[in-house]
């Protein structure tokens, strides 16, 4: 596909402005870049709204980790009200170099539970984001009120992808189910949460057919823009 159509905008959707190559992403079985994940957070944004809840963008999420000013986080972070959220959902990417774009080779996601205190690592492919997501928390969990005594727990029984390229559609799948238990008032024990839930939604086939619910789901919002 040529440059220019493959940047041909294609859909305004709150902050997040999607182009024509986004499309041939889910329409092929190739890797998720960070608007697509936007995109969704986004919109599981409009459908679970709450001051409580944070599904950050994978921007904010690398920042967050990356920032090499504490002082400047410091502010960065202030808007984002993190003492007043019981629910920050953060997308994390194993890209080493802050001056590459959409760099890295793997999603995964972190989550902040504030009943519970714990932040916890969902990796679809074997932990291989442990580094990146303890790095992510190290970064952010002294933002939090309680951070004296969080919790950091990577869940070993993650649902796991079949094959090289769908990590980002498992962190789509898994931020899915766990608003919908949040939405849903879901149990807040510390040993349960929402592993149960994302156990039985986030299967392979849940998983594949998401990339046609996520094409689908811009579609629509094309035919109405």
């Not at 440059?3 to 041909?8: H, Y």
């Not at 967050?64 to 997308?91: E, H, T």
Request: charge should be negative.
């Amino acid at each position: 596909m040529e440059k220019s159509v493959a940047d041909e905008k294609i859909l305004s959707y709150n902050d997040v402005v999607l182009r024509r190559s986004d499309l041939d992403i889910l329409n092929g079985p190739d890797f998720l870049n960070d608007r697509i994940i936007e995109f969704y957070f986004s919109y599981l944004s409009s459908c679970y709204p709450s001051e409580s809840i944070l599904l950050a963008p994978p921007s904010i999420a690398f920042w967050i980790s990356n920032c090499p000013d504490i002082d400047y986080l410091k502010d960065f972070l202030q808007p984002l009200n993190l003492s007043g959220k019981n629910l920050v959902i953060l997308p994390v990417n194993n890209n080493n170099d802050v001056t590459l774009a959409e760099g890295g080779s793997h999603w995964s996601l972190l989550v902040f539970e504030r009943t519970a205190n714990v932040f916890v690592h969902h990796d679809s492919y074997g932990g291989i984001n442990s580094r990146h997501a303890k790095r992510l928390y190290k970064a952010i969990v002294g933002y939090m009120e309680t951070h004296d005594t969080c919790r950091y727990l990577a869940w070993d029984r993650t649902p796991q992808q079949v094959n090289g390229y769908d990590c980002g559609l498992y962190v789509t799948a898994i931020a899915k189910a766990i608003c919908s238990w949040y939405g849903s008032g879901g149990q807040r024990d510390a040993d349960q949460l929402w592993f149960s839930v994302v156990n039985e939604q986030v299967t392979p086939s849940a998983v594949a057919e998401m990339r046609q619910d996520i094409l689908r789901l811009i579609t629509s919002l094309m035919a109405v823009e």
